[in-house]
T-cell receptor, first 113, second 115 residues
Framework: DAGITQSPRHKVTETGTPVTLRCHQT?????MYWYRQDPGHGLRLIHY???????DKGEVSDGYSVSRSKTEDFLLTLESATSSQTSVYFC????????????FGPGTRLLVL | AQSVAQPEDQVNVAEGNPLTVKCTYS??????LFWYVQYPNRGLQFLLK??????LVKGSYGFEAEFNKSQTSFHLKKPSALVSDSALYFC?????????????FGTGTRLQVTL
């Protein structure tokens, strides 16, 4: 999994509670991404980062925020979880001459009741 | 906006037979195209990519993909399927807007290989 770890791997929470997912990488990659995977939608980009404190929105960013205070960690926060945020969340880094190829972590399965 | 279509939700093939998983794309400019595979309860694994050059791209586990610009397709192929190839396959196209490389994924095709 390209030296990427995600924590927790599984989480059950209640509607309205805040949730933070962590993505950790050990190889100093500059670019990091958060996706969610849902049946019938494939993977959709939530937010991405191109350096410490440098982040931007993806396709489905509403209800999510991110932070990157150090190179190795990229945090995804659901400020007030909703049932529609029940999903599998994947973190990725990119490699290649043009940073074109992404490699994914093992995922976090989140259930919001 | 770029997009990717995988027209088949599921593909069934017998072990030993050739397999094809279809993907068509829509982008402005030159496409960067990718195939990923996902085994149950695992993350996505990179299989292969097309950036430029030969239209036939070879990747991991004996897979290859054929880029066809006139048909805007990037079909995944394997000459002889294995039961262990059973998994979920995603096609993706890259958008290099700004400084990052953002992928747009298809909805996935489940490949079922039977004995």
């Amino acid at each position: 999994d390209a030296g990427i770890t995600q924590s927790p791997r599984h989480k059950v929470t209640e509607t309205g509670t805040p949730v933070t997912l962590r993505c950790h990488q050990t190889e100093n990659h500059r670019y990091m991404y958060w996706y969610r995977q849902d049946p019938g939608h494939g993977l959709r980009l939530i937010h991405y980062s191109y350096g410490v404190k440098d982040t931007d929105k993806g396709e489905v960013s509403d209800g999510y925020s991110v932070s990157r205070s150090k190179t190795e960690d990229f945090l995804l926060t659901l400020e007030s979880a909703t049932s529609s945020q029940t999903s599998v969340y994947f973190c990725a880094i990119s490699l290649g001459q043009e940073q074109e190829t992404q490699y994914f972590g093992p995922g976090t399965r989140l259930l919001v009741l | 906006a770029q997009s990717v279509a995988q027209p088949e939700d599921q593909v069934n093939v017998a072990e030993g037979n050739p397999l094809t998983v279809k993907c068509t794309y829509s982008v402005s400019g030159n496409p960067y195209l990718f195939w990923y595979v996902q085994y149950p309860n695992r993350g996505l694994q990179f299989l292969l990519k097309y950036i430029t050059g030969d239209n036939l791209v070879k990747g991991s586990y004996g897979f290859e993909a054929e880029f066809n610009k006139s048909q805007t397709s990037f079909h995944l192929k394997k000459p002889s399927a294995l039961v262990s190839d059973s998994a979920l396959y995603f096609c993706a196209v890259r958008d290099k807007a700004g400084t990052a490389s953002k992928l747009t994924f298809g909805t996935g095709t489940r490949l079922q290989v039977t004995l």
